[in-house]
């Protein structure tokens, strides 16, 4: 890579002052080249009917009396997921969006039918959180519905049916049967999924007969959301399933979609997933090589899409992704009920840095789930709550919503394993609108830290200051015994010298600089 003149000076002046070593590790930030904005909804989440995400997590009733709650919504989860600044909330599914009749979960709820929740443990639920108590959970969080709507097996009706219940304004049967429910105005929810899994849990369907039965369902979705628009999302391939995205996306006038959604599990093995804490280095690897496939998977999904749609109308909808492991000792297989520890810290830092780095193309994602299933950012036991460190990186990336994104290049060591080897690093930037620079950079390596020379071009720098996420142990977590193991501390392990920052990050650690 080409140096220049002040880069040369200043890269030997650190290394003469510090004695670092900066020979493999080095980025450039453009900062006057920024062109797409990081849309806030990649930082978007997931709340399915599953385990104890919506009743034990999100939801305990409005009659409890040990758990502080408004209207039924625990109160420090509405706190915790408030300084998160929750951008969108997808739900109620999931495979179970497909089995779910939303008249079931409205109007008095000792009228409720109920629903045996087929795909998650078998457990009968009462209906008692439904579509007013999730919108109202929505306004309280300050964060964008998006609603799976039921394809695989409901009925168009129903699901025209359900916009009209929640987005329609005037006299129409289910405008007025929302007012009989208390709620006068409607919603005006944006983001709606036509079907989840389309090919699997959604009624095993082929992209072309997916494609049809999209089109049909679309052509009945009337838009009274006004100058908002509705936002439709086609149900998407699995990871590396290019042909369903390439049969959608030709199948699928663009006037009918303006999201086609992408699912990617970070799993070593969907028959020997491997424990959520006790896990090896191998494991761990093995995680990282597929968390990090991400990159491949949104360049080429972006690459099809490029084909049909040149001018980017169409988003990609990383509606489904993050970490999943064997289910902690002891508890119901079907809940999927996972701990996170430090490896899922540097899962969501270098995925975030995917996702901001292809903003052009990526304008929403969803991690799975919000709380206490698989990649959660919130656990909770009865009236104890902690946050995990998948928690703390979306909280210390937050810097990145709706900010400019600012081209970066790399050139990284590798963090090896045995003969493999992986690029221990991972980084994006971004400006927000005061003109602040912020730089995510994180550091897989399980063993050694890595100091990398970050030259800013284009953007003078007076004051840094940084945060860190870091810990002994990879394998560490919070607990609800000790809730605050792993906590972001104040960073101060960087140099500047000439607009050029060293910055030493130690192994497994995720950094956010914040640059004036
Ligand atoms: O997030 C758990 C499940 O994973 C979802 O219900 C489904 O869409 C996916 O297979």
Redesign the pocket.
């Known amino acids: 890579m080409h140096m220049n003149n002040r880069s040369i000076f200043s890269t030997a002046l650190l290394i003469f002052t510090f004695g670092i070593s900066l020979a493999q590790n080095r980025v450039v930030i453009n900062a006057d080249l920024g062109r797409d904005t990081i849309s806030r909804h990649i930082y978007g989440h ?1 709340s ?1 009917h ?1 385990g104890r995400c919506i009743y034990g997590g999100f939801y305990v009733g409005e009659n409890n009396t040990k758990i502080p709650h408004q209207k039924g919504v625990r109160k420090d989860v509405l706190t915790a997921l408030k300084e998160l600044k929750v951008p969108n909330l997808r739900w109620p ?4 969006a497909d089995t779910y009749h939303w008249k079931d979960g409205i109007g008095p709820k000792a009228d409720r039918a109920t629903i045996v929740n087929t ?1 998650w443990g078998g457990v009968t639920e009462d209906n008692s959180f439904g579509t007013n108590e999730f919108l109202d959970m929505c306004e309280m969080l300050e964060a964008e519905p998006y609603l799976s709507a039921n394809v695989g097996s409901g009925t168009v009706q129903e699901m025209a049916e359900w916009i009209q219940y929640v987005n329609h304004d005037g006299v129409s049967p289910m405008a007025d049967l929302r007012r009989e429910n208390g709620r006068e105005k409607p919603w005006s929810v944006k983001y709606w999924g036509v079907g ?2 389309a090919w ?2 959604g009624g095993n369907m082929t992209p072309e007969y997916y494609s049809d039965i999209y089109r049909q369902y679309v052509t009945f979705m009337a838009d009274w959301t006004k100058s908002r628009g509705m936002y439709r999302i086609a149900s998407g391939a699995s990871s590396d399933d290019y042909n369903w995205t390439e049969v959608l996306m030709k199948n699928i006038p663009l006037k009918m979609l303006e999201g086609v959604a992408l ?1 990617h ?1 970070s799993v070593i093995d969907w028959s020997a997933k491997g424990p959520a804490t006790a896990f090896s280095e191998k494991q761990y690897f093995e995680i990282m090589d597929r968390a990090l496939e991400m990159e491949e998977l949104v360049t080429r999904h972006t690459n099809i899409m490029d084909k049909y749609d040149p001018h980017k109308r169409v988003d990609l909808v990383v509606d ?1 992704w993050g970490g999943w492991y064997d289910v902690e000792p002891g508890t119901n297989p079907g809940f ?1 009920y996972q701990q996170n520890t430090m490896r899922d810290a540097m899962l969501a830092g270098t995925t975030l840095n995917i996702f901001n780095n292809h903003c052009d193309r990526v304008k929403m994602a969803n991690l ?2 919000a709380i206490n ?2 990649q959660a950012v919130i656990l909770t036991d009865e009236e104890k709550m902690i946050l995990t460190p998948t928690y703390h990186v979306m909280k210390m990336y937050n810097v990145h919503h709706d900010a400019l994104m600012l081209p970066v290049s790399l050139e990284t060591d590798d963090y090896r394993f045995g003969d493999n080897n992986l690029p221990a690093l991972s980084v994006s930037a971004s400006s927000d609108n005061m003109g602040v620079m912020h730089i995510s950079l994180v550091n897989i390596d399980a063993h050694q830290s890595k100091t990398v020379s970050v030259d800013i071009r284009g953007h003078n720098i007076n004051r840094e200051t940084g945060q860190i996420l870091k810990s002994d142990k990879l394998q560490d977590h919070n607990t609800f015994e000790n809730p605050d193991l792993i906590n972001p501390q104040d960073f101060k392990g960087f140099k500047m010298m000439e607009n050029v920052l060293a910055v030493t990050l130690p192994p497994f650690s995720v950094v956010v600089l914040e640059c004036n």
């Open positions: 997931f399915e599953l599914g999931g495979c179970f795909w989840n899994e699997g849990c699912h599990y489904e999927l799975a789930q299933v698989l």
